[in-house]
């Protein structure tokens, strides 16, 4: 089978206009604060009044509208410290963006478990990484629901969500929180994955992984209507118990990545009982949109993943893109390491794990599966939605050439078809989050957010999506440091 070889190339570092508009006049004499010190610092407030940013360059017409952002941001309460950064409560991070202003304003998601610890001023449930002394037993899978890894706009709401459980329905506007999202009583408190896929005709799939589930684990598959109703569900059991954090979806099926990270009970938490089984291998099972009843089993090669870029099919045969990691270190040992503030922490960078943006080619008639690495390390990987499916340029968080921090300091762009990459290098202590793709009526554009932690500011970038060397069009920032987060959304004014 062919299989296509990606091309490296040495992309531009950026120009001296794009080191002007996003780096300014760094007075400052202070040796820079680690990425873990101010990225992954706890919000002390409820929420952050509006604040202007204060705008270089031009915002184009296309970008007007809100940029959303969620991520972990009550990581410390009453002096005690959580352990993973998957543990923190969600906070939304609203950007609206109009012709000659960017604001901001922030909140955290009023679950029942933020409001519970709010009243008692300190934390009364372990989290998902780490195990709380005399911590309450949970009640259901929402008792410890912190809605902190992702937005999705749906009927006139943004759903936070979070892997383990339910959704929370959140007023755009205002970003009060309306309550738990129930898609019916029977599916109530039931895993729901923090990367639903919306297709063309609005149709929103996802995802539940419920790798506790029985002796082997299971999947429950959402099909919902624009109209915010589950119209259709299938519980697949797995072969063994697997970690799952994502899917993808070609123009007939839905496909998803089971790497050999297997649950298994007695850990005391939930992410320290999984264990590293590279002898299984790795799983991929694709399911039929018009019936999800029809499964078909794939075996690859062991590999973690986190985030998938697209699919496409052509032919007999699935082509998929996702972000690999050789194991699951990012989840069990790095994660714990960002939040750590000891003194040696830093021993965790040097071993910080990397995916490497890799293609997968799942043969329908003849049942392989092959696996072909880019050699290019991207993470939080999109594309366009343009156009339906097929091959197209594949956008992610990278690193400038040479060069390997712990932390992103570049938006990158892969061309499948012609191996041609190409990436937007930010200035020094700059930790880049995931670009947004909006599509314009002319130029595509790349939208995003960023964190100075020399300047202890946070910033909004605009990148033409096909010329990320010359740097971004627009970034706007202001005297404020946000935590980092996971993922976002873009809505359109």
Not at 265 to 270: L, N, V, Y
Not at 396 to 411: D, K
Not at 461 to 476: E, H, M, Q, S, T
């Given at each position: 089978m062919h299989r296509r070889q990606f091309l490296k190339t040495a992309a531009c570092v950026a120009s001296a206009p794009y080191l002007s508009l996003i780096a300014g006049n760094d007075a400052s004499a202070e040796e820079s604060l680690p990425a873990w010190k101010l990225g992954w610092r706890s919000v002390d407030v409820d929420s952050f009044a509006p604040m202007s940013l204060t705008v270089d360059?031009?915002?184009?017409?296309?970008?007007?509208?809100?940029?959303?952002?969620?991520?972990?941001?009550?990581?410390e309460r009453a002096g005690v410290r959580y352990q993973h950064w998957f543990d923190g409560d969600g906070m939304i991070q609203q950007f609206t963006i109009r012709p000659d202003s960017v604001v901001h304003r922030g909140k955290f998601i009023a679950t029942a478990k933020y409001a519970e610890e709010q009243a008692a001023g300190r934390f009364l449930y372990s989290g998902a990484g780490t195990e709380l002394p005399n911590s309450r037993p949970g009640r259901n899978n929402d008792s410890g629901n912190v809605a902190n890894t992702s937005l999705l706009p749906l009927n006139g709401e943004l759903l936070a969500l979070w892997e383990g459980c339910s959704a929370y329905r959140v007023d755009p506007d205002t970003l009060q929180t309306l309550g738990r999202k129930?898609?019916?009583?029977?599916?109530?408190?039931?895993?729901?994955?923090?990367?639903?896929?919306?297709?063309?005709?609005?149709?929103?799939?996802?995802?539940?992984?419920?790798?506790?589930?029985?002796?082997?684990?299971?999947?429950?598959?959402?099909?919902?209507?624009?109209?915010?109703?589950?119209?259709?569900?299938?519980?697949?059991?797995?072969?063994?118990?697997?970690?799952l954090h994502s899917f993808t979806m070609s123009e007939r099926y839905l496909i998803f990545y089971i790497g050999p990270h297997v649950f298994e009970r007695g850990g005391s938490t939930f992410v320290n009982s999984f264990r590293w089984q590279p002898n299984r291998g790795s799983r991929l099972v694709v399911v039929d949109k018009d019936d999800l009843s029809t499964q078909r089993w794939f075996e690859a090669p062991s590999g973690f993943v986190f985030h998938c870029a697209n699919a496409y099919e052509r032919e007999r045969r699935i082509i998929a893109h996702l972000s690999l990691y050789e194991d699951a270190g990012i989840l069990d040992t790095a994660m714990f390491g960002l939040l750590d503030t000891s003194a040696d922490a830093a021993t965790h960078y040097p071993q910080f794990p990397r995916a490497e943006l890799a293609t997968l080619e799942l043969d329908l008639t003849g049942g392989r599966v092959d696996v072909c690495s880019s050699g290019e390390l991207l993470e939080f990987p999109g594309t366009s939605p343009r156009g339906g499916y097929g091959e197209k340029p594949i956008y992610g968080t990278g690193h400038a050439p040479g060069e390997l921090p712990t932390y992103s300091n570049a938006v990158v762009r892969v061309d499948p078809s012609s191996g041609n990459v190409s990436r937007a290098v930010f200035p020094d202590k700059h930790m880049v989050e995931e670009p947004l793709l909006v599509n314009g009526h002319g130029n595509d554009w790349l939208v995003g957010t960023f964190l100075d932690f020399g300047r202890k500011q946070t910033g909004v970038y605009v990148l033409n999506a096909d010329d990320l060397d010359a740097g971004p069009v627009a970034v706007a920032r202001m005297n404020r440091a946000l935590p980092l987060g996971f993922h976002g959304c873009f809505v359109g004014a």
């Amino acid at each position: 089978m062919h299989r296509r070889q990606f091309l490296k190339t040495a992309a531009c570092v950026a120009s001296a206009p794009y080191l002007s508009l996003i780096a300014g006049n760094d007075a400052s004499a202070e040796e820079s604060l680690p990425a873990w010190k101010l990225g992954w610092r706890s919000v002390d407030v409820d929420s952050f009044a509006p604040m202007s940013l204060t705008v270089d360059g031009e915002i184009p017409p296309d970008v007007m509208g809100t940029l959303y952002r969620n991520g972990p941001a009550k990581l410390e309460r009453a002096g005690v410290r959580y352990q993973h950064w998957f543990d923190g409560d969600g906070m939304i991070q609203q950007f609206t963006i109009r012709p000659d202003s960017v604001v901001h304003r922030g909140k955290f998601i009023a679950t029942a478990k933020y409001a519970e610890e709010q009243a008692a001023g300190r934390f009364l449930y372990s989290g998902a990484g780490t195990e709380l002394p005399n911590s309450r037993p949970g009640r259901n899978n929402d008792s410890g629901n912190v809605a902190n890894t992702s937005l999705l706009p749906l009927n006139g709401e943004l759903l936070a969500l979070w892997e383990g459980c339910s959704a929370y329905r959140v007023d755009p506007d205002t970003l009060q929180t309306l309550g738990r999202k129930d898609w019916s009583e029977e599916l109530q408190h039931m895993p729901f994955s923090a990367h639903p896929l919306v297709d063309s005709d609005g149709t929103v799939w996802n995802v539940g992984s419920a790798s506790f589930a029985g002796s082997s684990g299971a999947l429950f598959v959402y099909r919902i209507n624009a109209a915010g109703n589950v119209v259709a569900s299938q519980l697949i059991k797995t072969p063994f118990a697997g970690y799952l954090h994502s899917f993808t979806m070609s123009e007939r099926y839905l496909i998803f990545y089971i790497g050999p990270h297997v649950f298994e009970r007695g850990g005391s938490t939930f992410v320290n009982s999984f264990r590293w089984q590279p002898n299984r291998g790795s799983r991929l099972v694709v399911v039929d949109k018009d019936d999800l009843s029809t499964q078909r089993w794939f075996e690859a090669p062991s590999g973690f993943v986190f985030h998938c870029a697209n699919a496409y099919e052509r032919e007999r045969r699935i082509i998929a893109h996702l972000s690999l990691y050789e194991d699951a270190g990012i989840l069990d040992t790095a994660m714990f390491g960002l939040l750590d503030t000891s003194a040696d922490a830093a021993t965790h960078y040097p071993q910080f794990p990397r995916a490497e943006l890799a293609t997968l080619e799942l043969d329908l008639t003849g049942g392989r599966v092959d696996v072909c690495s880019s050699g290019e390390l991207l993470e939080f990987p999109g594309t366009s939605p343009r156009g339906g499916y097929g091959e197209k340029p594949i956008y992610g968080t990278g690193h400038a050439p040479g060069e390997l921090p712990t932390y992103s300091n570049a938006v990158v762009r892969v061309d499948p078809s012609s191996g041609n990459v190409s990436r937007a290098v930010f200035p020094d202590k700059h930790m880049v989050e995931e670009p947004l793709l909006v599509n314009g009526h002319g130029n595509d554009w790349l939208v995003g957010t960023f964190l100075d932690f020399g300047r202890k500011q946070t910033g909004v970038y605009v990148l033409n999506a096909d010329d990320l060397d010359a740097g971004p069009v627009a970034v706007a920032r202001m005297n404020r440091a946000l935590p980092l987060g996971f993922h976002g959304c873009f809505v359109g004014a």
